[in-house]
């Protein structure tokens, strides 16, 4: 039901206690948790120890300015350089979003995690924390290049998920800091920020992460904690039949919900099957707060559990991931930060 952060490089005893909790069905990792591809290795086979499965490893390893683990694993680009590509040649850019996704996924694969949280299918249209995460500003485009992202991560054994539904690359305001306010009406969404993501969950998608952004023409609740989002139109309209997962509980959008106990309460209420609590600082209050609730289904964890995985010296040897680092790093040479 959560899936929580931890504070550091190596697990510590408390660590050990909050993995313990049968609400916890994962964890996050993030670049205060790496500090080379040896390192955040052994973190992770230490996780599988204290941890049995069914239990999520997760990351955003999407590329551009979201890549959590940088030192040894490839450089990626930014998603916004594939859509840039679309622009010139589509089908070149399609090959080239299922090679990233491939890349991607199949190096996180090969170090144990299960999920890097991806792709955003959200639209470039001005939103702050999105910008060049995003594919594009055509929701046709954004469809194309994330039906074939979908597709490459299949191959390298993850499971796939759309984020931020229904949509956060409209809005200027960036979630982690403000709250976001999207007043068009859902005919006006359903024409565009939902293209991608009804195109995505028709093509297969096995998770799709709400965004905090509130659409008061739907309800006066943000998206994650919203019943008609999460169970009329996620679920019901568009016939989604995967895991739901809510955006972090840390970020200042939820701060008008309440308490920590009142935010996961009021995204369980809304549907989602699991929440993120991504700083440390919040897990023991999120702990605490949860300890009578549900915890996710252990169906629903295993499905989203990596299937694929080669080692990662079988993947370094693999002529092809070598000819895909070549092709999706020559998308852009700048640093990536």
């Known amino acids: 039901m959560l899936i929580i952060g931890l504070p550091g490089k190596t697990l510590t005893q408390e660590d050990r206690n909050w993995l313990a909790a049968p609400q916890v069905s994962g964890v996050i990792l993030f670049t205060r948790n790496f500090e080379n591809r040896e390192q955040v290795t052994t973190l992770i086979d230490d996780l599988r120890v204290a941890r049995p499965d069914p239990f999520l490893v997760c990351v955003d390893q999407e590329g551009g300015p979201v890549q959590r683990f940088r030192p040894g694993f490839t450089r990626l680009p930014a998603l916004a350089r594939v859509g840039e590509l679309y622009a010139r040649d589509p089908s070149a850019a399609i090959g080239a979003a299922e090679e990233h996704a491939w890349l991607m996924a199949s190096e996180m694969r090969a170090i144990g995690i299960d999920m890097s949280f991806a792709p955003v299918a959200d639209l470039a249209r001005g939103n702050l924390a999105i910008g060049e995460r995003a594919f594009a500003a055509d929701p046709e485009i954004v469809s194309d290049l994330t039906q074939a992202y979908l597709r490459g991560m299949r191959l390298a054994g993850m499971a796939a998920t759309l984020k931020h539904f229904p949509g956060h690359g409209s809005v200027a305001e ?158 852009d040479t700048a640093d990536v930060g």
Not at 214 to 240: H, K, M, N, Q
Not at 284 to 308: I, W, Y
């Open 174 to 331: 960036d979630t982690h800091f403000d709250v976001a306010i999207d007043r068009r009406t859902l005919e006006e969404l359903r024409e565009t920020d939902l293209v991608p993501f009804a195109d995505g969950i028709a093509a297969g998608a096995d998770a799709v992460m709400l965004a905090h952004v509130t659409y008061p023409t739907i309800d006066a609740r943000p998206a994650g904690c919203s019943r008609i989002w999460v169970e009329d139109i996620l679920r019901g309209e568009l016939g989604f039949r995967g895991v739901v997962l809510g955006d972090d509980i840390g970020m200042a959008a939820t701060e008008s919900l309440g308490g920590i106990g009142a935010r996961i309460e009021a995204h369980l209420l809304a549907g989602c099957d699991l929440v993120l609590a991504c700083s440390a600082s919040i897990v023991p209050e999120a702990l605490a707060a949860s300890r009578h609730a549900e915890p996710c289904p252990a169906d629903k964890v295993a499905a989203l559990q990596g299937a694929v995985a080669q080692t990662w010296q079988s993947l370094a040897d693999n002529p092809q991931r070598n000819d895909f680092v070549a092709r999706v790093t020559a998308l």
